[in-house]
């Protein structure tokens, strides 16, 4: 009898530790953070591929004699492995353990991904830059040109609705975050 007292009164204390409402948005923001990280963990995966990618392409316009193509293409992914390791520098807090953590670290890794936004930003100047460098003749007339423009604008354009996505779950999980700190005793 004394074994399951102790029982049950730890799962009256659990019960009572947490409301219905607290253990569906645990729930909800596990499988969130599970689904984010395993996004992130592929997009990682697939920054090394490019990196790998463009520095064949380096070492291929210096074989092949073209120096200022391979050192000028050099010094591009170079600026942007500084800028991909600097936006992934940022120290992770948080944790999967409790709602306030998952919170902590939800807010963590979207701070995380305005970094990763800034360094795409100015990856995209530099590269406008190089495309202008590269240009030929009147702009309007090269063709190179005008779709290296046009791809960029569209990285523009889907960086800056990332960006708007990005600052707005900041501010819901601030909220959030606030709210429930709120609540906590």
Sequence with gaps: MERD?????????????????EDLASRALRGSLLWRIWASRAWFALEVLSFLFLG????????????AQGVGLG?????????????RGARLVGSMDSLNGM?????????????IVYATYAVIALSLIAAAVDAQGPLT???RFLVRLTLLAI???????????????IRRFESIQRS?????P
């Design 141 to 143: 007339q090269d063709d």
């Design 56 to 67: 064949f392409a380096v070492l291929q316009n210096l074989l092949l004699g073209q120096l």
């Design 103 to 115: 919170i902590e670290l939800t807010l963590s890794r979207a701070r995380k991904s305005l970094r």
């Design 180 to 184: 429930f700190a709120v609540r906590q």
């Design 5 to 21: 007292s102790s029982d049950w009164l730890s799962l009256k204390s659990d019960w009572q530790s947490r409301s219905p409402i």
């Design 155 to 169: 990285c523009t354009g889907a960086t800056a609705v990332y960006h708007f996505y990005v600052n707005a779950r």
């Design 75 to 87: 010094v591009v992914v170079a600026f942007c492995l500084a800028a991909s390791i600097w936006a």
